[in-house]
Every structure is written in C-alpha cells, then in structure tokens.
C-alpha cells in the first residue's frame, strides 16, 4: 500500500487551464476574456456584440472553454430562459450559458464549432435581451 495521492480524472473538464485572458476597460465597465482557445479569445475581444454590450453598462466576464473531446453533434440549437439565465445548448457537446445579472458569460465548445459561428451567431442569441419563441423558451 502506497501514500501517493490518487489521479482522477476530471471528466466535467473543470479544472481546464484558461492560458489566454484578455481584460479592456472603457470607464467603470469591464470585458474580460478567459480561453484555453487562442483564437476564440482574441475573437472575443474583437467582437461588436461585447462593446455592445458594455455600452448598456452591463460589462462582461467571459470564459470559454474549446472541449477537444466533446461530443460533435450540432444539429439543434435551443435557448432556454429562467429568471436570470440564459442558456444555449448546439447539439450535445456545446453550452452556452449567461447570467445576465452578474453579466458573466460561461461555454464549453465543441471541436467543430468555428470560432467566427461562436462569436458571429451563437453569442449574440444568447446575449439577446429578446427571448426566441422557441418550444424551449420559457419567458
């Protein structure tokens, strides 16, 4: 019998390094970018949607995770809303959630999520303040 501290695995990928952060400030609000994706990180920070965003006077938080062994389906996309979340599912390997009250954005994103999809389609419908009258949705 050994003392040596035993290895898990960590199957819900939460301990994923973010290498990659980026913060910009324009007066009191904040964007801050977390990737373990070079280049979903520096699309982020690029993106219209986020300074959009900011100029509501909401900021945001953002960290994405790109999940190189997730599942790879992407044919449905719901967004479903309660009280303060918002969140978005692509297929069965992509999940996107915000919490519009502490104006943080969560995400794990699959393989064959391109990143200009993420940030030019999937984001600015989750960031929606209008909710979809999809079946999924709840107002």
């Given amino acids: 019998m050994t003392n040596e501290p035993q290895c898990h695995p960590d199957l819900l ?8 952060h980026f913060s910009k400030a324009d007066g009191p609000n904040r964007l801050c970018v977390e990737s373990n994706d070079l280049e979903i990180a ?5 993106s219209n949607i986020f300074w959009r965003q900011m100029i509501q006077g ?3 938080s953002c ?4 999940d190189m062994a997730g599942p790879v389906d992407s044919s449905n996309i719901s ?5 303060t979340l918002r969140i978005l599912h692509l297929g069965t390997g992509t999940i996107l959630i915000y919490d ?6 969560l995400g794990f994103v699959t393989r064959n999520v ?10 600015p419908k989750l960031l929606n303040r209008q ?7 709840k107002k």
Avoid: N
């Avoid at 990928?13 to 990659?20: G, Q």
């Avoid at 520096?42 to 690029?46: D, E, G, K, V």
């Avoid at 967004?79 to 009280?83: A, G, L, N, R, Y």
């Fill in 100 to 105: 519009v009250e502490r104006s943080e954005l």
């Fill in 13 to 20: 990928r939460r301990f994923v390094a973010t290498p990659y």
């Fill in 63 to 66: 960290k994405l995770i790109r």
């Fill in 131 to 137: 909710v979809d009258s999809t079946p999924f949705t």
């Fill in 42 to 46: 520096l699309s982020i920070r690029r």
């Fill in 79 to 83: 967004i479903i809303s309660f009280e």
């Fill in 114 to 123: 391109k990143v200009q999809e993420l940030v030019d389609s999937l984001i």
């Fill in 58 to 60: 909401d900021g945001l």
